[in-house]
């Protein structure tokens, strides 16, 4: 098998994706708000051949700020703009919702990026679905109708915008003094029943053209919205069955929209704590999320549909507990965490093991990571991987210099980059302006 894995960074606040990430040793606690720290972890990913760093943005969700940082980066722009200047290869994706941005702000801040950084932008394209993120621009969130409805025409339009500066428009030359081609520079005319604008845009193409779509998202319309135009599809999934049928979904709607479906690339999640063994990566992670242990064994009970809020936490289960539990059907980390619990850890190892994370997780040596990733990979679960590492300080490095090596010498990661552009790294197709096909 020539084929070779992907792989992608999901990057945030600066200090990790675990809620204790920013009070750990060695950690700077105003990392939130630091882009030289940023640019670190940024040039830590590109070391170990990372194919993008990744920026969600919920728009300044807080949680549980008395305790925890925000989630999310300052600002997803400005901050790969930092980025950009600082690292060579690494592709840059950058969340901007379809539903909150007018399409001309998203196509001249991607384009602006992708052209900053010789062809390394991708704006991940979603709807957001939260209605705290509509507060903060005054409605409330529209139907799912509606959002993906606006979502079709949005990036449409964007990438109208995108190729209304033609190819060769840029002649630069001194001598004739003829700065660009007028002629082949032309509004777009274009207006939906959501977004509309005239154009052109003012910004000539970058070393890949125009920036890659990325979609996240996993309904029938993130297949449909996807499958249409998305080259990278961030996915959310805990099985190697559900990760086959999502990505069998995408895949067969590029194929309705006339596209070879090896152009859609499927990333799967995982959260990584990688140590030398499994007892270290459990006591830190028990030092990382010991705020959330109530609130998690509570949500235990339901998955395993036992009571557990007398048990101790540093014993296993007891033998009846373990054969009346029942893997809830509403949640596929279900059979996992029961799986974990009948190898007989105690209940706050069990939490430990990350059973009730948002993505499968890996608690222990970078070997335990590589197997899962091979697994995943040769089952065709996936393309590749997003990397969520617990504490950005030493997690990066941490799979980079553990994992990383291991996946080259199965075969099954590249050694170096193949190109200089997010498109020959990712081996999506060329494209500038709207897909030609997708106009039938
Ligand atoms: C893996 C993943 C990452 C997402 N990241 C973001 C994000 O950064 N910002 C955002 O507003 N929504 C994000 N979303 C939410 C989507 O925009 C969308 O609202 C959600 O998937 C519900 O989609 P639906 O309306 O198709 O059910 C993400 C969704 C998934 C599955």
Known sequence: ?????????????????????????????????????????????????????????????????????????????????????????????????????????????????????????????????????????GVNIPSSEDRYGRAHEAVQLVQALWGSWGCDAWVHDQASGVFAKQGQIRPINLQGKYVGSRGPLYIPPSEQGQPIIVHAGGSHNAHELAGRFASVVIGAVFTIEDARAQREAFRAAAKCYGRDPDEIKFFAGIMTTITKDRRTALDRRIQLTENHFSQRIAYLQQMLGIPLYENPLDEPLTKEQLANARPSPYDPRSANALKIAKEGWSLRDIIAHGVIDYHPVIVGPGVEAADHMQEWFEAGACDGFWILPDVFHDGIDAFVDEVVPILQERGLFHKDYEGKTLRENLGVPDQYGIDPRLKK
């Open 1 to 137: 098998m020539n084929k070779k894995m992907l792989i992608g960074l999901c990057y945030g606040n600066g200090y990790g994706f675990q809620s204790g990430a920013w009070r750990m040793p060695g950690v700077d606690p105003k990392s939130y708000g630091d882009f030289d720290v940023v640019v670190k972890h940024a040039q830590a990913a590109e070391r170990g051949k990372f194919h993008f760093v990744f920026l969600p943005d919920a728009f300044g969700r807080l949680a549980d700020v008395e305790n925890e940082p925000p989630a999310e980066t300052l600002d997803v722009m400005l901050t790969l703009g930092a980025i950009a200047r600082e690292t060579s290869h690494i592709g840059l994706l950058a969340t901007a919702s379809t539903t909150f941005n007018e399409p001309y702000n998203v196509a001249r801040q991607f384009k602006a990026l992708d052209v900053m950084s010789h062809g390394r932008a991708g704006w991940n394209a979603v709807t957001s679905s939260s209605n705290d993120a509509a507060a903060n621009y």
